[in-house]
């Protein structure tokens, strides 16, 4: 079965740091775009940052700058280093792994549970 689990969550003063962690397992990681996205109580779940297979990034404008997404292929994990923390970041963080086959363009897209960030002082 699939699993993606997310750790690194907590609670994180204005300007401090944190980084996410998602372990994923019953996948072939290294062929799957990874992503992380966020939801805060009353708003949509929004995308933060993307990593393709092939290591292409992209953010969110709300954190591009402030924000870091990578991968370990070898550990099958994706991270999400955040700089600069404000507590407009305060959500849950979910991790989100996507491959479309080349044959007939399917679509396989797997989440994990999720992980609380809170940016308080």
């Known amino acids: 079965q699939v699993r993606l689990v997310e750790s690194g969550g907590g609670l994180v003063q204005p300007g401090g740091s944190l980084r996410l962690s998602c372990a994923a397992s019953g996948i072939?990681?290294?062929m799957f775009d990874m992503a992380w996205y966020r939801q805060a109580p009353?708003?949509?779940r929004e995308l933060v940052a993307g990593i393709t297979s092939?290591?292409?990034t992209n953010y969110a404008d709300s954190v591009?700058?402030?924000v870091t997404i990578s991968r370990d292929n070898a550990e099958n994990t994706v991270y999400l280093e955040m700089n600069a923390v404000k507590p407009e970041d305060t959500a849950v963080y979910y991790c989100n792994a996507?491959?479309?086959t080349k044959i007939n363009r399917s679509r396989l897209d797997y989440w994990g549970q999720g992980t609380q960030v809170t940016v308080s002082s």
Request: hydrophobic share 40%.
């Open 28 to 30: 072939v990681f290294r």
């Open 42 to 44: 009353g708003n949509q």
């Open 54 to 56: 092939a290591g292409g």
């Open 64 to 66: 591009k700058g402030r």
């Open 98 to 100: 996507v491959i479309i």
